[in-house]
C-alpha cells in the first residue's frame, strides 16, 4: 500500500520524545504513514519504558518475546509495515528538524536512501568513548566521500528503502552478535545490483552507553568480524590490515609481541579506555588486539 512506515528497532532504551518529534513531523504528510516501534525481548525491567508509544495516534508497539538480534528484528519490521516505503532508524536518537520532509523528497531517486549520523552539538562528552568514535568518524565520512564507495559505507542507523526491496534483500537473521549486520548487508546489495544514495540527513546522537559497555560491545563485534570474515574482505579497514599481516606470515609473531604486551598493561588499557579520558589510538589497538585474539588459535582477548 502506497505511505511510509517508519520503523524502530529498539532493545532495552526509551524511543518515546524519538517517536513524539517523528510524529509531529508526519502530521503534516500528504501520503498514509505510521511509526512501527518493535522491542527486541527486552528484559522485563526495561520492557515497559516505550509503552507510552502504544498511546500515539498513528504508533504501534510491538514487544517481541524473545530477543532474536539487530539483523532479524529489523527483518520482523519490514514484515509488519503496512506501507510500501520504510525508514528505519535508532532508537533513542532524534531527527532533524525537516528530517522525514527531507526523506519524501528523495522517495524514488534510488532504492535504498541512506542518511547520516551525527553528534548533537548539545551533547558532545569528550569523556565518553562512543562519542569521541563517532565525531571522529563523522569527520571522516562525508556525503561526498560515503557515495563513492556506497555499499561499503551502508549503515542501518538511519535509511529509507522499498518494502518489497527490503523482503527481497533482507538482513542476515543468522547473525546474533553486535555488529557488521549492516556492512553484510551493504554487501548483498552490491551483489544485486540495488541502488543505493546517500544524503545528508541527519539523525542526531543525543546520549551514550557508558565506556565499559561500549567495549562489551566492541570485543562482540571483533567476534562477528572475524566470523564473517571470508565475506567482509575489502568491507573492512581493520580485517584488511589483521589479514595482510596473517598473509605475510607477520600477524602470529607482530600479534603475539602486541598481545603479549597489551595482557600485560590490560587492566591498565580497560581502566584508561573506561574513564574518563579514553583515547582513540589506544582503542583501535584495542579492536586490532581483539580481531588478531581470535585469528591466533581462536581465543578471545
Known amino acids: 500500500m502506497q505511505g511510509l512506515s517508519i520503523l524502530i528497532p529498539v ?8 517517536v513524539k518529534e517523528l510524529y509531529r513531523q508526519c502530521c503534516g504528510l500528504q501520503m498514509p504513514w505510521e511509526i512501527v516501534v518493535a522491542d527486541d525481548g527486552s528484559p522485563a525491567s526495561s520492557a515497559s519504558v516505550n509503552d507510552a508509544v502504544a498511546g500515539i495516534d498513528h504508533c504501534r508497539l510491538i514487544k517481541y518475546p524473545e530477543n532474536i538480534g539487530r539483523a532479524a528484528i529489523r527483518n ?20 532533524s528538524a525537516r528530517f522525514i520532509a527531507v526523506y519524501v523528497t528523495y522517495i524514488g531517486k534510488a532504492e535504498v536512501v541512506v542518511g547520516s549520523l551525527k553528534v548533537d552539538e548539545n551533547h558532545i562528552d569528550r569523556s565518553n568513548l562512543r562519542c569521541k568514535n563517532e565525531l571522529r568518524a563523522q569527520r571522516r565520512t562525508s556525503v561526498q566521500k560515503r557515495n563513492l564507495n556506497p555499499y561499503a559505507n551502508f549503515h542501518s542507523g538511519n535509511f529509507m528503502i522499498r518494502r518489497q526491496t527490503m523482503l527481497d534483500h533482507p538482513f542476515r537473521g543468522e547473525i546474533k552478535t553486535y555488529g557488521y549486520e549492516d556492512t553484510l548487508f551493504g554487501k548483498g546489495l552490491a551483489e544485486k545490483h540495488v541502488s543505493i544514495l546517500h544524503i545528508d540527513n541527519p539523525l542526531y546522537f543525543v546520549r551514550f552507553e557508558p565506556n565499559a559497555r561500549y567495549l562489551e560491545k566492541t570485543r562482540e563485534a571483533m567476534l562477528t568480524l572475524y566470523t564473517y570474515r571470508k565475506e567482509l574482505q575489502g568491507y573492512s579497514g581493520l580485517l584488511t590490515l589483521v589479514s595482510r599481516l596473517q598473509h605475510a606470515h607477520l600477524l ?4 603475539w609481541i602486541t598481545m603479549w604486551i597489551t595482557r600485560l598493561t590490560k587492566d591498565a588499557v580497560t581502566q584508561s579506555l573506561s574513564g574518563n579520558h579514553p583515547r582513540l589510538w589506544m582503542y583501535n589497538l584495542y579492536r586490532i588486539v581483539c580481531l588478531s585474539a581470535y585469528y591466533i588459535d581462536n581465543k578471545q582477548f
Do not use: K, N, W
Open 11 to 18: 532493545y532495552c532504551d526509551s524511543c518515546v520524545e524519538q
Open 76 to 95: 520482523f519490521l519490514a514484515h509488519q509495515a503496512r506501507f510500501d516505503i520504510l525508514i528505519y532508524i535508532d532508537a533513542g536518537m532524534m531527527p
Open 252 to 255: 602470529r609473531i607482530t600479534m
